[in-house]
């Protein structure tokens, strides 16, 4: 039953990288502005990659 | 599709779906204006025709937002490096506030700025802020020119200094995303260890139990202290002040779980409620969200909105033109008359200044200033006009935050409002009924104890009660300014919706002068006496006064000195060393001639030139539309009053409109209305007193609800509580009305949130109600019951055809 230790660890672990990843995403504005983005996907000619989109 | 048809059978702009007065053809499009079209070539000229495709007649207006405004102001560089957010050689970083941003092609358009102007290296938008973020080269452009050529495409930047302050806000939010983001993680780690004691393994290992145990403390650790934060934060400092706030059960509750599961696991005596209390703030946290977010969007629009129409008078080309205060620059020539505020910092250039800053200090004993010395944003002239130049921008966050200074908060205001008082009996009464379950399952069985005590907590605080109120309100006040009737606060509607006696200020507010017809009797005036009168009347704000002003085109000013203002009776002063006196026959005469009472729905304005009579001016009153049905409207189940400045000319005209059984005075002063007031509320009446803002300020201020009507041109008085467009005057009683409803709804969502906590509290008492299902019904509570409030308050108001 040792194996649970192990489990547990790995568990924790896989879900840690995933709340860093939520935070991340915070941190980096993804939630700042949720409708936006939405609309210009359907822009039809891209906007030009600088600096700003670096961001995302 | 229904679209086409649309063009074909009315002529409507390509640009911005407006009807077409006159029609331009350019590409076989049709515009309504050149400025339409001009948009229209940039755009086309530039390959960005896709605007049109995304929405229809997507474009702004630019008849209306004015477009082509000039920031010069911006070429300053201490200015423009309070907006620039960064600026390097090469490129600099800006955002700008735009109201006008609303459907996709903006998006659309905004993010292709590069394409008509090529010193904008990139542009993004943020839609629910409604932002533009700009990137151009620093070396190429200014600062000014990229605000022009948003401007000119028909995006006006709204620029306020004041907005560069408010970025705390996303701040709050984006702590709420990782708090929510920490919680769910602690809690569906926690629920997973606490899977062997759902199941009730019996026979589980002790060292598992153990490290099951301790792990869930670690996870609870960071919910506990950093998610929950604000809720103990906010109870701490209710009780700080001996208030008892809605947090404080909440705090109870989670803090009564945390130890008891604290002390359970170290004790090896169970295995706490770990699952339950994270769950427990998980969902608490994202029903705040939800509500911050709702609040956000109704705030948005009121925010916009409730930038209320003020306008000053402005001096150029030595004409005198009235702007609206927020296009107001630098350097502007100003004209401040007796009684009117200052919109900005000035100095002072013509006429002697006394100013009253009782709005910003409380001490209203005039202030007298001289030439060349600075007067500030806030103060009050009294006495002769003022010629200023504005000294910095006028921030309209300024004004707005003076409408809403302590000074003038009523003394009633101070009093419990309805919300508060049901919130504060609600939060003792959950604490009792949470302590005597507690205590009665105590003999019994110590889990079920706790559980009792923390479920009954949770499911019957009164955060949906909480809630009801103010989203309720605030929505009523952003129906009402799409109205254009600004409250100053959501205070107001309570006190409108409980009006049962209406005073009406006659000039101005009943009868409108603006545009009225005007004519003159007696010895003919030679130019310079002209010129002599309207030096004087310049002084006076009187809306009698103003309309002579208005109609006297003579250009020349003389000086004027020992000017006097007698409230109800006229003005008097020296200019160009004659004595004039203007005003009734009887102030004019000296008393000699008593006013003759004749002529009816007209007002004369008496003129005076050295003690000798030279004529009257003639003043055609005419009523404010609809009036007639406003008054009787009203009439049904309320007390009204006249109470006039002026002399009892109309005293016929007005009977026959608001009967006979109204009190109507007249002759009086502005004291004379105030006590009128008193004596009415002595009578515990709730009055609502109509004025128009300046004359009547003291009146407007004593009364439990003031409302000022405005014309375009208006003259800013803190002491009203409401602002009301006086196109919307004959509206009044709707929006009366809808204040009723409102205190309704809020009752009515009062009452679905009791039922809520009733049904709860049944089970919860009974232990039969975990605290995690309570967790999840409270926000589904909430949210709903803001939904109902916010549904309801819509639905009554598209009824009365405000929305």
């Known amino acids: ?56 | 599709m229904p679209k086409q048809q649309e063009i074909l059978t009315k002529p409507i702009c390509y640009h911005c779906g407006e009807d077409c007065a006159e029609e331009i053809f350019y590409d076989e499009k049709l515009f309504c204006c050149a400025g339409c079209k001009a948009v229209y070539e940039l755009l086309f000229q530039n390959n960005l025709c896709s605007y049109y495709s995304l929405e229809t007649h997507p474009g702004i207006n630019l008849k209306e937002s004015g477009a082509g405004i000039k920031f010069n102001y911006l070429d300053d560089k201490e200015t423009a490096s309070r907006i620039i957010e960064f600026s390097n050689d090469e490129i600099t970083k800006v955002s700008f506030y735009i109201p006008t941003i609303h459907c996709s092609s903006c998006i659309y358009l905004l993010e292709h700025l590069y394409k008509i102007d090529h010193t904008v290296v990139n542009s993004k938008t943020d839609f629910t802020q409604k932002k533009v973020f700009i990137t151009y080269k620093t070396k190429e452009t200014s600062l000014r020119k990229v605000a022009e050529l948003l401007s000119n495409i028909g995006y006006e930047p709204a620029i306020n200094i004041d907005d560069l302050t408010e970025n705390e806000k996303p701040k709050i939010l984006k702590k709420l995303y990782y708090k929510i983001g920490i919680a769910g993680f602690c809690f569906g780690n926690i629920m997973l260890f606490s899977f062997p004691e759902y199941l009730s393994f019996g026979n589980i290992e002790t060292y598992y139990k153990f490290l099951f145990g301790y792990l869930n403390i670690l996870l609870a650790v960071p919910v506990f202290f950093y998610c929950a934060s604000d809720y103990f934060k906010s109870a701490y400092l209710g009780l700080k002040q001996k208030h008892i706030n809605l947090d404080v059960p909440i705090s109870l509750g989670i803090a009564v779980i945390f130890l008891r599961s604290v002390f359970e696991v170290v004790s090896g005596f169970g295995a706490g409620y770990f699952d339950s209390l994270t769950g427990l703030i998980f969902f608490l946290l994202i029903g705040k969200l939800i509500q911050t977010k709702t609040f956000d969007f109704l705030n948005f629009e009121r925010n916009y909105k409730s930038y209320f129409p003020i306008s000053v008078t402005v001096l150029k080309n030595k004409s005198e033109t009235t702007i609206p205060i927020n296009k107001l620059v630098k350097g502007d020539r100003i004209i401040i008359r007796n009684g009117e505020l200052i919109p900005a910092d000035s100095i002072l250039f013509k006429g002697n200044a006394n100013i009253d800053y009782s709005f910003v200090t409380g001490e209203s004993t005039p202030v007298e200033k001289v030439f060349g010395e600075i007067v500030y944003a806030g103060g009050r002239q009294e006495g002769d006009v003022l010629e200023l130049e504005v000294i910095r921008d006028v921030s309209q966050s300024y004004l707005t935050q003076l409408w809403n200074n302590e000074a003038f908060k009523k003394a009633e205001e101070q009093k419990n409002k309805l919300n508060d008082v049901i919130a504060k009996y609600f939060t003792f009464i959950t604490l009792a009924v949470a302590l005597t379950a507690g205590a009665f399952w105590l003999n019994k069985d110590i889990k079920i104890a706790v559980n009792v005590f923390t479920a009954v907590l949770v499911i019957a605080c009164p955060c949906a009660l909480a809630l009801a109120g103010p989203f309720a309100l605030s929505n009523t006040m952003r129906i009402f300014g799409k109205n254009n009737f600004y409250l100053k606060n959501t205070g107001v509607i309570e006190k409108l919706s409980k009006i049962d006696s209406i005073v009406f200020d006659k000039t101005g507010t009943i009868t409108q002068v603006k545009n009225a017809e005007l004519s003159y009797y007696g010895n003919l005036l030679s130019n310079s006496e002209l010129m002599e009168i309207k030096s004087l009347v310049k002084n006076s704000t009187h809306p009698l006064s103003r309309r002579i002003y208005e109609s006297i085109k003579s250009d020349g000013e003389f000086t004027l000195e020992n000017y006097k203002e007698f409230p109800g009776k006229g003005i008097k002063g020296i200019t160009g060393q004659n004595e004039y006196k203007i005003g009734t026959l009887e102030f004019v005469s000296a008393g000699e001639i008593k006013n003759d009472e004749s002529e009816n729905k007209a007002s004369k304005v008496y003129v005076s030139k050295n003690g000798k009579l030279k004529g009257y001016f003639l003043i055609l009153n005419y009523f404010r539309k609809g009036l007639n049905e406003l008054v009787s409207s009203l009439r049904e189940d309320k007390t009204l009053s006249v109470l006039s400045g002026d002399n009892d000319n109309e005293k016929e005209n007005l009977s026959q409109i608001f009967g006979d059984e109204t009190d109507m005075r007249f002759y009086q002063k502005p004291e004379d209305k105030l006590d009128y007031i008193k004596a009415l509320q002595e009578k515990s009446k709730k009055v609502l007193m109509i004025g128009d803002g300046l004359n009547d300020a003291g009146a407007l201020k004593q009364s439990d609800a003031g409302i000022a009507v405005t014309e375009s041109v208006t003259c800013f008085s803190p002491s009203c509580d409401a602002i009301l467009g006086s196109e919307k005057f004959r509206d009044l009683n709707t929006y009366l009305n809808f204040s009723k409803t409102t205190m309704n709804i809020i009752k009515a969502s009062f009452a679905f949130s009791m039922l809520y906590n009733f049904v709860g509290l049944f089970y919860a008492v009974q232990g039969t109600l975990s605290p995690i299902v309570a967790a999840i019904l409270m926000p589904v509570s909430s949210i709903s019951v803001v939904l109902f409030a916010i549904f309801l308050t819509d639905f009554f108001a598209k009824r009365r055809k405000l929305l």
């Open chain 1, 1 to 56: 039953m040792e194996v649970m230790f192990i489990l547990i660890g790995a568990s924790i672990t896989v879900a840690s990288v995933f709340l860093l990843a939520f935070i991340w995403a915070v941190k980096s504005g993804q939630y700042d502005d949720r409708y936006t983005p939405s609309v210009r996907i359907l822009f039809e000619e891209n906007t030009p990659a600088k600096s700003e989109n670096k961001k995302l």
